[in-house]
């Protein structure tokens, strides 16, 4: 079966620092994947999303990049944090197929001071 | 433009009372209908699915919805409410236009808080 892990769970750093955010999948190839992004009390912001390695699409302009450098390996990086980078971010990934179901994994809380 | 409107951002229920939140969407073509859950803290899980065919679908943990293709709306129900079921809730739509991406669009979520 498919599995879908982020590290870290949490993380606090701050302002300025650099950020690396790692999302990985197991059991299927090729997919589709997603960084989302949940700002306190508002919904999925999408940020980028990629159908295959090296091929990153950006959603929204802003101070964070996103990486694929393997086919089952998603990463989200910023050189300098900003306080409004704080949120709760979540990879998803599809299998590509026509019925587009994505799958989430469990969250990295990112706190920026 | 698609979009996915969840008009209630905030509902409370009591515990056995039944449940509905309201999903509408605006899709060119047919749409891919989806409802998740979310507990605090955590990734999002799917609880079910509407692609085709019958437009009453069943998902996990007791929940339904109905896709009414005349009123673009694909509401969540549930007979009886646990205290489990608080959580908050997407409803998302995708479709063919989007096949090669596999992008959803997500409404704003519902908070789901059930009384005692």
């Known amino acids: 079966s498919q599995t879908i892990h982020q590290w870290p769970a949490t993380l606090v750093q701050p302002v300025g620092s650099p950020l690396s955010l790692e999302c990985t999948v197991e059991?299927?190839?090729?997919?589709?994947l997603y960084w989302y992004r949940q700002a306190a009390g508002r919904g999925l912001q999408l940020l980028f999303y990629?159908?295959?390695?090296?091929?990153i699409s950006s959603e929204v302009p802003q101070n964070l990049s996103a990486s694929r450098p393997q086919d089952r390996q998603f990463i989200l990086s910023s050189k300098k944090l900003l306080l409004s980078d704080s949120g709760f971010y979540l990879c998803?990934?599809?299998?590509?197929?026509?019925?587009?179901?994505?799958?989430f994994g469990p969250g990295t809380r990112l706190t920026v001071l | 433009a698609q979009s996915v409107t969840q008009p209630d951002i905030h509902i409370t229920v009591s515990e056995g009372a039944s449940l509905e939140l309201r999903c509408n969407y605006s899709?060119?073509?047919?749409?891919?209908l989806f409802w998740y859950v979310q507990s605090p803290g955590q990734g999002l899980q799917l609880l079910l699915k509407y692609f085709s065919g019958d437009t009453l679908v069943q998902g996990i943990k007791g929940f339904e919805a109905e896709f009414k293709r005349s009123q673009s709306s694909f509401n969540l129900r549930k007979p009886s409410v646990h205290w489990s079921d608080a959580a908050e809730y997407f409803c998302a739509v995708g479709g063919p236009s989007s096949s090669n991406t596999g992008k959803l669009i997500f409404g704003q979520g519902t908070t789901l808080q059930v009384k005692p």
């Open positions: 899709y060119g073509a047919t749409p891919y």
């Open positions: 059991g299927t190839s090729n997919p589709n």
């Open positions: 990629s159908v295959g390695i090296g091929q």
């Open positions: 998803a990934w599809n299998g590509g197929g026509p019925h587009n179901e994505q799958f």
